[in-house]
């Protein structure tokens, strides 16, 4: 669990100050190399001993920033000890491109390299992450997480544009990372970290800003298995994105948000006008732990235009044609006698070899029932699409799009989408022990 002594330990705080207007992190241009390879850290500060991380060019949590409409290309250099695949979480592109290993590629094996080439078709905030069907979580535990920012050609005016990767680590009380069990073997709630990070640094980390400023947070849930909420206190918050897809502007009910495994919002956040005021974004575990901490600091700034929306994705459907739906239930179920096999999705762990769930033709309408019979919140994400979020009764959907959603326990929801993109793409768990245990499912675009 995460402990008081944890949260002391992260007080030390990394101070990121604004040099200049609509400032932005982040690696540009469109040809990178990922040298994926094990690297010594002190994650925790007070540790007395180094954490075996595996990096992304020897850093975690690295940017990487491309225009929309610009190709992408970006080789994996796997200097790691297994298998590796990078899976571009939430992008709607070509199918080769997906990055799942076992279905839609061979992953790269130690020593070994792949190149991803596409162009992603949206704007937005995406995840980069290790998938390999049977082998994720150990990869993502230790590390080898990273962002994909697509940006607007015309982004909303911000004093600085920040990504911010939350991840916990299960560390040793030495601050050594503490060993792995087979997914199998894993508590049904997943490995539960015992130190949060920031884009793998401690918690609280400062941000500097003008009084009357505004903020871009791109905030990303990079855990293996937490699910927490997130609270804003002293600033006003506005969320324009989730899953990476614009929506209309609102401010979060109670001031917080629901933050499951691969879930990113995109928010804006207006300062208070009078310098050395602060607010927080703090994930209420426990009594409560802060994320970030922002501070007002120097001259007022000359004031901004109103929040504004980000211009909706005219490259979704306004409309879902749920009478013309080809439907499918996925029931979710896990046996505790069945150590081998211990999560199904109708009866059977995740097979790219057995039959897909749904077979359809390109440009169908889909509505899948997910049916959760199991005592945990399941959080699913589907690939190469995004979705809405249906009403009970089917009679309407929620006003924004979704690629990933939690299924509370015991309880059906039902998700609705156009299959306009080719190929073989996952539904699966984001908790990645349960993904590598069998927690998946595919769906065929034809």
Same mark, same amino acid.
């Given at each position: ?19 200049r207007p609509t400032q932005a ?131 909303? #005016? ?60 791109r905030l990303a849930n990079a ?99 749920? #009478? ?123």
């Amino acid at each position: 669990m995460i402990t008081r002594r944890a949260v002391t330990a992260g007080l030390a705080t990394t101070l990121i100050a604004l040099s200049r207007p609509t400032q932005a992190q982040g690696s540009g241009g469109s040809e990178q190399t990922f040298t994926a390879k094990p690297t010594h850290l002190k994650l925790r500060p007070d540790a007395a001993a180094d954490a075996e991380t595996w990096t992304f060019n020897g850093s975690l949590s690295p940017v990487v920033r491309v225009r929309q409409g610009e190709e992408l290309k970006l080789r994996l250099e796997n200097e790691t000890a297994l298998p590796l695949s990078l899976h571009f979480h939430g992008v709607r592109g070509v199918n080769a491109m997906d990055g799942v290993g076992g279905l839609t590629q061979d992953p790269a094996l130690p020593g070994r390299s792949h190149e991803y080439r596409f162009t992603p078709p949206d704007a937005g905030t995406f995840l980069i992450r290790p998938c390999v069907l049977g082998g994720s979580a150990d990869p993502l535990e230790r590390g080898l997480s990273a962002f994909l920012i697509v940006e607007e050609s015309q982004p909303p #005016q911000v004093d600085q544009d920040l990504a911010l990767l939350v991840d916990d680590w299960r560390l040793n009380d030495d601050g050594s990372l503490a060993p792995f069990e087979k997914a199998a073997e894993t508590a049904p709630a997943g490995r539960l970290g015992s130190w949060l990070s920031v884009n793998g640094r401690a918690t609280p980390q400062r941000i500097e800003a003008p009084p009357g400023g505004r903020l871009r947070l791109r905030l990303a849930n990079a855990c293996n298995a937490r699910t927490m909420r997130l609270r804003f206190e002293g600033m006003k918050a506005y969320v324009i994105a989730i899953d990476g897809q614009p929506t209309s502007t609102f401010e979060p009910l109670k001031a917080s948000l629901p933050f499951a495994p691969g879930t990113r919002y995109d928010l804006l956040v207006d300062l208070a006008p009078e310098p050395g005021a602060s607010g927080a974004v703090t994930a209420l575990i426990g009594d409560g732990m802060p994320l970030i901490e922002v501070v007002t600091a120097g001259e007022k700034r000359p004031e901004l235009p109103a929040v504004a929306p980000l211009p909706p994705n005219q490259k979704l459907p306004e409309a879902i044609k749920l #009478q013309n739906a080809g439907r499918k239930d996925a029931v979710i179920k896990r046996d505790p006698k069945a150590p081998h096999v211990p999560w199904t999705v109708n009866g059977a762990a995740g097979n790219p070899k057995a039959p897909p769930l749904i077979k359809v033709k390109r440009g169908t309408p889909v509505v899948l029932a997910l049916r959760n019979e199991t005592a945990f919140v399941q959080p699913m994400h589907l690939h190469g699409h995004s979705f809405r979020l249906l009403h009970p009764l089917d009679d309407g959907w929620e006003p924004y799009w979704l690629d990933t959603v939690q299924v509370p326990e015991n309880k059906t929801i039902r998700i609705a989408f156009v299959a306009d993109n080719p190929g073989k793409w996952l539904l699966a768990s984001t908790v990645m022990e349960r993904f590598d245990a069998g927690l998946w499912t595919w769906i065929e675009v034809t």
